[in-house]
């Protein structure tokens, strides 16, 4: 099976001034290569400050990359390439509400990409509005909503559906389902797994919460200071991990290892 993302040799170093002539280097992400197959799920998980967001940034085309090529169903991209790019990769990110433009109704936010990125006519935006309203569980009616009348999850099904209109390849969530309760996040979860079946989506889930990512990841990447120091199968990868600061994870959420009978024998909810 051939990857639809690729990721080789990738790294970005920060530089802070300090001072006149003085300046602290930051190896946010260390040199790393990874892949993702189609409609498969990757989870990243790291402590603060471990480079996770500045990765998933640079997948995304926010930041420029120092080093390393990324390709994305088989297409080479290049920072700068914005437009290309957002019909191959979108990123959701924690505060939903701040990325919404109060001013603006669901289908105006909704149009902004249709508009900046493809050719369709008015008619056929509004088509794919209510389309892909439907497809998050809204209804078309909710084109003419503000985001201020909606709640916390209708807010975040607004969300998925911006990233999903321009029928991305892959979907980064970077830590976006934090904010919500138990149940709406369940609901979210199953619903992006529904359409993961149905249009084949990859994700990459960037998050601190392991016990979620026990349930619905594929894969797993440990991220630690900058660096990959794991990366593999996730029920592989908890059941007997290969780094202490994988184990130190596991053991924060968990409290031990996950021997293949606590994986199968702990039924928390996510
Ligand atoms: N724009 C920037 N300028 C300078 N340093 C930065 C910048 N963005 C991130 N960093 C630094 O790079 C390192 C990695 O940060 P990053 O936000 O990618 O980590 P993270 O794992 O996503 O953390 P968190 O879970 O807290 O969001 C940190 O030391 C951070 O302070």
């Known amino acids: 099976m051939n990857p639809i993302l690729k990721v080789r040799n990738l790294s970005k170093q920060f530089k802070i001034h300090k001072g006149f002539f003085g300046h602290l280097r930051i190896d946010a992400v260390k040199t790393l290569s990874f892949s993702l197959n189609e409609g498969k799920t990757l989870?990243?998980?790291?402590?603060?400050?471990?480079?996770?967001?500045?990765?998933?940034?640079?997948?995304?085309?926010?930041?420029?990359?120092?080093?390393?090529?990324?390709?994305?169903?088989?297409?080479?991209?290049?920072?700068?390439?914005?437009?290309?790019?957002?019909?191959?990769?979108?990123?959701?990110?924690?505060?939903?509400?701040?990325?919404?433009?109060?001013?603006?109704?669901?289908?105006?936010?909704?149009?902004?990409?249709?508009?900046?990125?493809?050719?369709?006519?008015?008619?056929?935006?509004?088509?794919?509005?209510?389309?892909?309203l439907k497809q998050v569980g809204l209804l078309p009616e909710h084109a003419s909503y503000y985001p201020s009348v909606m709640a916390a999850g209708q807010k975040q099904r607004v969300a998925l559906a911006r990233a999903l209109i321009l029928k991305p390849k892959v979907i980064i969530l970077d830590e976006a389902l934090a904010a919500l309760d138990i149940s709406m996040r369940s609901q979210i979860v199953n619903l992006m797994l529904s359409?993961?079946?149905?249009?084949?989506?990859?994700?990459?889930?960037?998050?601190?919460?392991?016990?979620?990512?026990?349930?619905?990841?594929?894969?797993?990447?440990?991220?630690h200071n900058g660096d990959l120091v794991e990366y593999g199968n996730t029920a592989e990868v908890l059941a007997s991990p290969l780094n202490d600061i994988t184990q130190k994870l596991i053991n924060s959420y968990f409290g031990e290892a996950l021997t293949a009978d606590t994986w199968r024998t702990d039924t928390r909810s996510f």
């Open 43 to 132: 989870a990243i998980i790291g402590q603060n400050g471990s480079g996770k967001s500045t990765l998933a940034k640079m997948l995304v085309g926010m930041i420029k990359p120092d080093s390393g090529d990324i390709w994305i169903d088989g297409n080479k991209v290049q920072y700068g390439d914005y437009s290309h790019r957002c019909q191959l990769i979108r990123m959701i990110f924690q505060h939903v509400e701040s990325s919404f433009d109060p001013r603006l109704r669901i289908g105006q936010l909704l149009e902004i990409p249709l508009k900046r990125n493809t050719h369709y006519d008015a008619h056929e935006r509004e088509k794919l509005i209510s389309s892909v």
């Open 195 to 223: 359409l993961q079946v149905e249009q084949n989506i990859s994700y990459i889930y960037v998050t601190q919460d392991i016990g979620m990512m026990k349930h619905i990841s594929d894969e797993i990447l440990v991220m």
